[in-house]
């Protein structure tokens, strides 16, 4: 570094929570949709809450004076944030914009959930995680242009209560990378081609922010460590190459800090260390320190800031942390000036420990909370290990050779002593689970032959052409989490309860009945959340009370914990899939959430590997079909919305984790007869991605999202050879909106000109539980609608 460049802290964070500790945000965001606060009174609660969560940091460690705390605040998501900054807004939304290309609040949001025709930006997950991000629609006609100053004016309001904080922003490569070509782009367009036209706006940003004082400013670029991005690596590469040696060339800029987080850089490495930029970003949880550096690399990393994440911003566990403090010292034998910080933003887990009052689990003896470090918590232990590294207190340090460092050492030890004392609790290792684990052979995880399952099914069903079935939940009504409270403050018996339950699942039945869906559902009222609601159930898994992350906008869920080895007690779901069975002469699906998809959606334990506890789980939900089908369900549907979310970022990765991830599926699914059909559902995903792994998965049934992308997936579909049944989602129900018969008509005229009509089932992308009644009837009519329009134009094919 130059001598004009500022010191960077010696510990920070890559993020933040920034929903609030009890949901302040979502709670404000949903009223001002509602139109019951105004656009003034949101801007205040989220001014209250970005200014609570810089006293807190400071609270818990980081410096107020030195760039430690980044301003990572969004109304929404970050890539909106990006776009709506860069002036990146789709034509169809021209007229929300004033004529600087500037959108307020409502224009905001109306671009990530639509209005009327207007469809909302596509969304998909964000790298291996369970966030959902808005892709950006970039084309040859985005004029880009600095539209909106937010990031200048939030760092302007942390300057005036005493803070200086570090502005955060999308870095340029990951946000073209990211994005989608517009419908205007020709063909062998991508939005990297804009690069040169966007670069000058992140220039004037940089300016703008230095003259507002900032020292300090971090570009996000995960793009970097990911493989799977659909782009060449040589084009990335190169693009990151171009980006930040314009970048870093600018004069009067703050200084640049390059975030690389959900992996190792590899040959982003050599890349970035030649451009002027001061600091890089290692993710150290998932990646290692760098080795084998030629002199080059290692010369350019010696002049920069190494900023070392070793704590883990993916997961809830305390961690080693003399391990973290270890990983972190290793980075100081490549350059003298060193940070310690979290391996990701902490968007991705709950605010603080001593929120939960009493962490409940079934079978757990243990102190669990001495075992977590949510975001707090692991704000606390940068500190510590930020400390550690300016004292030299590291392990294996002379006691007492360093003012502070005997203190700092015993916290590391009090670290290793709840680590040993997690992994020796009861409940840990269960030796009948590993026992039948152990024991299984080959033919567990095998069906049989499809087409003897199709002839079984149609006998036994009798589904006409293009049958027609939701995903799953029906809207959870303000009634029916008052019922839930109740019950949990014990307001209600569970019988008092039960009976509200049955109640709305025969007012759901009679719904759908009289719309004429062809195979029905319960609606899942009894059910907080699609995971949660099994790791109530299941030993090995404790929850929380107020453990809420983001998932998506105002959308946010509670990871279980899994903290142990898993087995069912009890059936979990036979009671009210047979009483609903009993209530319709219709086929009712049996509905379980899939093994990938309960530790996606967990905290899992990270004390062996993940496809051992995915076998683990899926013995579990194994014995749960079985009893379904016992008891006479004979349509069961096991949810796997995030398989492609869990694939690994690295190519050398992907084998292992296809492999155990299908195999849990199937281990799950391969107990019953030829004539009970089983779905999956997948859903906000690149699915070309994972189409062979889909195949394998050999459900009979598939249904995935299709509609924000209008029906792109079909073209992935046609050239795979994907012969199995198929349901590409023709309602949106991450949007308000209510598609019309026309919109639907289109989009399974589409679905049909890829796909042979006998494999298609139409269905919503997703289930229905964040939707209010009035426009899910309508949506579902229109839907039969369409339907039976397209039945009548369309000759029905013949059994193949």
Not at 383 to 399: D, F, N
Not at 734 to 762: D, F, K
Request: proline share 6%.
């Amino acid at each position: 570094m130059t001598n004009s460049t500022p010191a960077f802290p010696p510990g920070t964070i890559l993020g933040y929570p920034r929903i609030g500790r009890r949901r302040e945000l979502k709670k404000a965001v949903e009223a001002f949709w509602a139109g019951t606060i105004t656009a003034d009174e949101l801007e205040s609660t989220a001014a209250g809450l970005r200014r609570a969560t810089r006293d807190r940091l400071a609270e818990l460690g980081l410096g107020r004076r030195d760039s430690s705390i980044p301003e990572t605040f969004s109304f929404y998501d970050q890539m909106l944030d990006a776009a709506v900054t860069v002036g990146a807004v789709p034509p169809r939304f021209a007229s929300l914009a004033d004529d600087d290309g500037a959108i307020d609040l409502a224009g905001y949001f109306t671009i990530a959930r639509g209005v009327g025709e207007h469809a909302p930006l596509e969304m998909t997950k964000w790298f291996d995680s369970n966030y959902h991000y808005l892709v950006p629609e970039i084309g040859p006609e985005t004029v880009f242009a600095l539209a909106s100053d937010r990031i200048v004016r939030e760092f302007e309001e942390a300057r005036e209560t005493g803070f200086l904080t570090r502005p955060v922003i999308v870095g340029p490569v990951t946000f073209l990378a990211l994005g989608k070509a517009s419908d205007e782009a020709p063909a062998g367009y991508r939005p990297l081609n804009r690069l040169d036209d966007l670069l000058p706006v992140y220039a004037t940003l940089l300016d703008r922010l230095s003259v507002a004082g900032a020292e300090w400013v971090q570009l996000d670029e995960p793009a970097l460590v990911s493989e799977t991005i659909d782009v060449a690596r040589a084009e990335l590469l190169g693009a990151a190459e171009y980006a930040y040696s314009t970048l870093g060339a600018l004069t009067g800029r703050p200084s640049i800090f390059v975030a690389a987080p959900y992996g190792s850089l590899d040959d982003a490495l050599p890349i970035l260390a030649a451009t002027p930029v001061e600091a890089l970003g290692f993710d150290l949880v998932r990646g290692d320190v760098p080795n084998g550096l030629n002199d080059t690399v290692a010369s350019a990393l010696a002049g920069k800031t190494l900023v070392a994440g070793v704590i883990d911003g993916h997961n809830i566990w305390r961690g080693n942390l003399a391990a973290a403090f270890g990983a972190a010292g290793a980075l100081a034998a490549l350059s003298p000036s060193v940070s310690v910080s979290t391996s990701t933003s902490l968007l991705h887990v709950p605010h603080d420990v001593d929120d939960e009052s009493g962490l409940g689990s079934r079978g757990n003896d243990g102190d669990l909370a001495s075992w977590l470090a949510f975001a707090d918590q692991k704000v606390e232990q940068v500190a510590v290990l930020a400390r550690g590294l300016t004292a030299g207190a590291g392990p294996g340090a002379a006691s007492g050779a360093t003012s502070g460092a005997d203190a700092i050492r015993s916290e590391l030890d009090a670290a290793s002593a709840a680590l040993a004392a997690r992994l020796a609790a009861p409940g840990v290792r269960d030796g009948a689970v590993r026992d039948r684990a152990a024991s299984l052979t080959e033919a567990d995880f095998s069906r049989g032959d499809y087409a003897a399952r199709v002839a079984a099914q149609e006998a036994a069903l009798g589904l006409p052409f293009l049958p027609t079935t939701t995903i799953g939940s029906f809207p959870q009504t303000r009634d029916i989490r008052r019922a839930r409270a109740q019950l949990t403050r014990g307001e209600l018996s569970t019988g008092e309860y039960t009976a509200l339950m049955r109640a709305e699942i025969a007012r759901v039945v009679e719904l759908q009945e009289e719309i004429g869906l062809d195979v029905l559902v319960h609606g899942e009222p009894e059910r907080n959340d699609m995971v949660q609601y099994f790791a109530e159930n299941l030993d090995g898994f404790a929850v929380t009370e107020n453990g809420w992350v983001q998932s998506y906008g105002s959308r946010c869920t509670r990871p279980s914990i899994l903290w142990g080895d898993v087995s069912r007690p009890k059936p979990i779901t036979v009671e009210w899939s047979t009483y609903t069975q009993g209530l319709t002469d219709k086929p009712v699906k049996g509905m379980l959430t899939g093994p990938v998809t309960i530790l996606a959606w967990s905290f899992v334990r990270d004390d062996q590997p993940l496809g051992d506890t995915a076998r683990q789980v899926a013995l579990a939900l194994r014995d749960e079909i079985h009893d379904l089908e016992a008891a006479g369900i004979r349509v069961v549907q096991v949810d796997e919305p995030a398989l492609r979310e869990l694939l690994p970022l690295k190519k050398k990765d992907h084998a292992d984790y296809l492999d155990w991830s299908v195999g849990s599926f199937r281990l799950a699914t391969a107990g019953v007869a030829e004539a009970t059909q089983v779905h999956t559902h997948l859903c906000y995903s690149e699915f070309g991605v994972v189409i062979d792994a889909i195949r394998k998965l050999d459900a009979d049934v598939t249904s995935i999202e299709a509609a924000r992308s209008r029906m792109e997936v079909v073209g992935d579909i046609r050239s795979s050879g994907f012969d199995h049944g198929i349901g590409p989602g023709v309602y949106d129900i991450h949007s308000p909106r209510v598609p019309s018969v026309a919109e639907v008509t289109e989009l399974i005229e589409r679905a049909l000109e890829g796909i042979p009509g006998r494999q298609v089932w139409i269905n919503p992308d997703c289930g229905l539980k964040t939707r209010g009644y009035a426009e899910t009837v309508a949506s579902l009519k229109n839907i039969l609608e369409a339907t039976r329009a397209v039945r009548a134009k369309v000759a029905v094919p013949l059994p193949a």
